[in-house]
C-alpha cells in the first residue's frame, strides 16, 4: 500500500499571500488529520477531516482552513501569510474509527519571507 | 498549555545499552498513547502503542510502559542501535484514532 504523499515538499512565499497544501491519505483511509510543526512549539494539532467533514479542530486562527474530498483527498489553505507561519506541515491518515493509528506523510516545509 | 510533557530534549547512549525515553501528562482524559519516532526531513513513525488498561505493551526491542496514577510513561529500546538515533515524539489522545496531542520530543543519539 502507498503511504501517505503531500505536495508540495517545500514552498516559499511571502508575508500576506496564500497558500494551500495537498494531502493523500492511505488508501482506503477517511480520515485526515493536520498538523503544525515548528522548533518552539512542537507538533501541534490543526484539525481532522472525517467524510468530508471536519470532526475535530485545535487552537489556531481562522487564517488556517482545510477540506476534505469525496476521494478523502485533503487540501489545507493559509490566508494571508505572516512570518510565524514558517514551519513543516504534516498530515496524517487513518480509517478514522476507533481502533485505528495515524500514519504520517512526509510533511511540506513551508518558508514564509 | 502544553498537555504532554517530553522533559529531556536529548539523550545519548551507547551501542547495546537500553535507551529509557520518559514522558509525563496532565490531562487524566487521555486514554491511548503513543510513541513516534522521526528522521529529519520525514514525517513521523509510528513505533508502538498503548491504551490505558494496560501498564506495558511490548514489540520487538521497544517496551512502552504507562503508569496512570502518575500520568507518566516511558519508551524503553534495549538494545538499542545506531539507526534508533531520531527524535522520539509521545503522543497522547482521549480516544484512539483522535487528535493527537505530541510532547515536544527527544533526540536521541546511540553511539557505537
Known amino acids: 500500500k502507498a503511504g501517505v504523499t503531500q505536495t508540495p515538499r517545500y514552498l516559499i512565499k511571502t508575508r500576506g499571500q496564500q497558500v494551500t497544501l495537498s494531502c493523500s491519505p492511505i488508501?482506503?483511509?477517511?480520515?485526515v488529520s493536520w498538523y503544525q510543526q515548528t522548533p518552539g512549539q512542537g507538533l501541534q494539532f490543526l484539525f481532522e477531516?472525517?467524510?468530508?467533514?471536519?470532526?475535530n479542530k485545535g487552537n489556531f486562527p481562522g487564517r488556517f482552513s482545510g477540506r476534505q474530498f469525496s476521494n478523502s483527498r485533503s487540501e489545507m489553505n493559509v490566508s494571508t501569510l505572516e512570518l510565524g507561519d514558517s514551519a513543516l506541515y504534516l498530515c496524517?491518515?487513518?480509517?478514522?474509527?476507533?481502533?485505528?493509528?495515524?500514519?504520517f506523510g512526509p510533511g511540506t516545509r513551508l518558508l514564509v519571507l | 498549555d502544553q498537555q504532554v510533557k517530553q522533559n529531556s530534549p536529548s539523550l545519548s547512549v551507547q551501542e547495546g545499552r537500553i535507551s529509557i525515553l520518559n514522558c509525563d501528562y496532565t490531562?487524566?482524559?487521555?486514554?491511548?498513547f503513543l510513541w513516534y519516532k522521526k528522521y529529519p526531513a520525514e514525517g513521523p513513525t509510528f513505533l508502538i502503542s498503548i491504551s490505558s488498561i494496560k501498564d506495558k505493551n511490548e514489540d520487538g526491542r521497544f517496551t512502552v510502559f504507562l503508569n496512570k496514577s502518575a500520568k507518566h510513561l516511558s519508551l524503553h529500546i534495549v538494545p538499542s542501535q545506531p539507526g534508533d538515533s531520531a527524535v522520539y515524539f509521545c503522543?497522547?489522545?482521549?480516544?484512539?484514532?483522535?487528535?493527537?496531542?505530541f510532547g515536544k520530543g527527544t533526540s536521541l543519539l546511540v553511539t557505537p
Open positions: 496524517a491518515s487513518s480509517s478514522g474509527l476507533a481502533e485505528e493509528t495515524q500514519y
Open positions: 477531516y472525517f467524510s468530508e467533514t471536519q470532526r
Open positions: 503522543a497522547a489522545s482521549p480516544l484512539r484514532g483522535y487528535a493527537l496531542n
Open positions: 488508501s482506503g483511509h477517511r480520515s
Open positions: 490531562n487524566s482524559m487521555f486514554d491511548y
